[in-house]
């Protein structure tokens, strides 16, 4: 997904502007729904009890695919490849499918400038190039 735009609602909450890759058109979603990217597999002698994991789980068919969640875990079983989860306060979910991902909290860096929310188009002084306010090359 690529974040085009970022904005205060009237409660002073962020709503950003959502590009997703799969889907057409642009989606309001507010910052409390926003993630990183999951890039962090885990092996299963990776997790413990008490971890938080990102994980794929279907609650109509357990067995199969479904939607991607934070996930707590309550039991790992190495001998059955299963992680047992509470998934949106729902305990005991047995999660077989093992592309787990370590859950990572939300980066809103690349929006902390405050003149111009870092769009790359925009020149700005304050996080681009002191001299022209470009933001040709991030070290200067």
Not at 22 to 51: F, P, Q, T, W
Not at 127 to 132: I, T, W
Request: proline fraction near 2%; charged fraction near 35%.
């Amino acid at each position: 997904a690529l974040v085009k735009s970022a904005n205060l609602d009237e409660n002073k909450k962020w709503v950003y502007s959502i590009k997703f890759t799969e889907y057409d058109g642009e989606h309001s979603v507010a910052e409390s729904d926003i993630r990183n990217i999951a890039s962090n597999k885990l092996g299963i002698s990776d997790i413990k009890v008490d971890d938080k994991i990102f994980v794929n789980y279907n609650f109509d068919n357990p067995g199969q695919l479904g939607f991607w969640y934070d996930a707590k875990v309550e039991a790992v079983r190495k001998t059955t490849n299963t992680v047992v989860c509470t998934i949106r306060n729902t305990p005991g979910c047995r999660v077989t499918n093992l592309e787990i991902y370590k859950s990572e909290a939300p980066d809103f860096s690349e929006m902390d400038c405050e003149k111009c929310r870092k769009n790359r188009k925009r020149k700005c002084y304050q996080c681009g190039c002191r001299k022209c306010g470009g933001k040709h090359d991030d070290d200067k």
